[in-house]
C-alpha cells in the first residue's frame, strides 16, 4: 500500500509540474502577443 501511495504522490507531482510548464509557456506567448 505504502509503494503505492508514493507512486501516486510522484505521478501527481509530475502531472503538476507539466501543469506548471506549460502555463508558462502560455503566459510567455501570450506575452509575444502583445
Known amino acids: 500500500m505504502m ?3 508514493e507512486e501516486m504522490r510522484t ?3 509530475e502531472m503538476i509540474t507539466m501543469l506548471e510548464e506549460g ?6 506567448v501570450d506575452d509575444d502577443g502583445h
Do not use: D, H, M, N
Open 11 to 13: 505521478l501527481r507531482a
Open 23 to 28: 502555463e508558462f509557456q502560455y503566459v510567455e
Open 3 to 5: 509503494r503505492c501511495l
